[in-house]
């Protein structure tokens, strides 16, 4: 069975400071997939990146990273300088294999305040 | 651009009485899926398709039905709503299995 946890519920930061949103994922798979994907208030999923499993590599795009780490099974999402417009629901999740269901993780409510 | 549509967005439906959601896309992806998420939860699959075969997922209510009558359409129909199926449903597509899920903005449904 897979499992995705994200243990922050929610997360309030200042304006124009990091955070790191976490993501830790459960699988017998040799084969998965690992996404992110952003809610803001209006509802919309959207997709942000995604990696497989054997693409360890580090991922920047802008302000966005993200540190995949097999050994510890975690595929956490950082956010350099926030910004107001990044206040939404971050959701971790998975799809193993060849398979259509993705997991998702309960979520982390991000609130960026000036 | 190619996108994920979902009309309407906001839904109003009398408890017990049927209901229709539509989702169409232009990405041609041949896997489509229904999502229902509640407040303040993760979305929970409903049932999707690969291709034309239909997916139900084993704790999907029998009041939930699905319908693609070709690659770009897809229908949610709830037979008979009740108060607990007032959600957000996300349509969602991609190509293949395994790959990529793009959503459409939802529609939000209210139950009276």
């Known amino acids: 069975a897979q499992k995705v946890t994200q243990a922050q519920t929610e997360i309030s930061v200042v304006e124009k400071e990091d955070v790191t949103l976490d993501c830790v994922y459960e699988t017998r798979d040799t084969t998965y997939y690992l996404f992110w994907y952003k809610q803001p208030p209006s509802g919309e999923l959207v997709f942000l990146i995604r990696?497989?499993?054997?693409?360890?590599q580090n991922e920047i795009s802008g302000r966005y990273s993200w540190n995949f780490q097999k050994s510890t099974s975690s595929f956490n999402f950082t956010i350099t300088a926030s910004q107001v417009v990044d206040s939404a629901v971050y959701f971790c999740a998975l799809a193993t294999g060849g398979g259509n269901k993705l997991t998702f993780g309960t979520g982390t409510q991000l609130k960026v305040e000036l | 651009d190619a996108m994920v549509i979902q009309n309407p967005r906001y839904q109003v439906t009398q408890f017990g009485k049927p209901v229709t959601l539509s989702c169409s896309q232009t990405l041609n992806h041949n896997v489509m899926y229904w999502y229902q998420q509640k407040s303040s939860q993760a979305p929970k699959l409903l049932f999707h398709?690969?291709?034309?075969?239909?997916?139900n997922e084993a704790d999907t209510p029998d009041n939930f039905q699905s319908r693609r009558p070709n690659t770009s359409f897809c229908f949610l129909d709830i037979r008979s709503p009740g108060l607990g199926d007032a959600a957000m449903y996300l349509c969602?597509?991609?190509?293949?299995?395994?790959?990529?899920?793009?959503f459409g903005p939802g529609t939000r449904l209210t139950v009276l």
């Open positions: 990696r497989n499993s054997f693409d360890e």
């Open positions: 969602a597509t991609s190509r293949d299995g395994g790959r990529t899920q793009y």
């Open positions: 398709y690969y291709d034309k075969d239909f997916n």
